[in-house]
């Protein structure tokens, strides 16, 4: 099998519950990343049409998998009651060729229910640079908003962002990220929270040695999302590879970011 195609449940602000749906083919396994906070209960249903699929779910590190029952053929649903502790827990979805809607609930029996407001208190994705010289963090615990920051190993910050100024603010938050090999850059793609331009995956970019985040459709045009997995992928030493949407075909492109950042912004 494949390495797992990782993806993000996203939670609007003040809500307990969110919706996604997509396409598996045979042979994959989507991975869905689900951030918890002081909510004690997740309820997960996976809505299946075509081959028959299934689900796990596992504790933040798929370390663990969480035992529940499954009640159903068309609609599985799995109560995972007491969730040991806050993190980012994995939904993996495996099987044949389908399309399926899932569904995922978060409850708190000591509240209610509660806002997501109030039951969001989970850790950052971090990403350390390959030379271990810095530390990116993403925080946005499933909001339509995320923060950029970049640390040093001692926590101390060099640089931070609050993502309006990188559209996350108007329901784009980060998607997928990850350092260039050779350390330099930081990439990081958005993805509409609320559907809008689907076919949209806005790229941005922190520069090391300039302290500062770049956007990269500005530079080279509208950077297309992916369907099999995150628009971007990265080559040594700092090489970006990305679909760019143009008329009347889309097309390949592929070049360094450090030669990128040399260029001439185009005139808008």
Known sequence: MAAPIDRMIRFDVDATSAVVSGTIKAGQEIDYHVPIGNADQMVVRLAPSGAPIDFAVYTPGKKKALAASLQGPDVRCADYGMVQSPGIYVIAITG?????????????????????????????????????????????????????????????????KTSPDVRAGQGWPVEYAAWTPDSKFFVFNTTSSGGHGPWHAPTYFYSREDNKIYSLDDRIGAVESSNVSHAFSLKAPDVIQVTIHDSPNDRDFSDSLSSILKKPKPNP
């Open 96 to 160: 044949g060729d389908a399309n399926y809607t899932l569904t995922v609930n978060l409850k708190n029996s000591f509240s209610g229910g509660g806002k997501w407001s109030e039951l969001k208190k989970c850790p950052p994705d971090s990403y350390p640079s390959p030379d271990g010289s810095l530390i990116a963090q993403n925080d946005d615990c499933g909001e339509p908003e995320s923060e950029i920051q970049i640390l040093k190993p001692n926590k101390l910050s060099v640089y931070q």
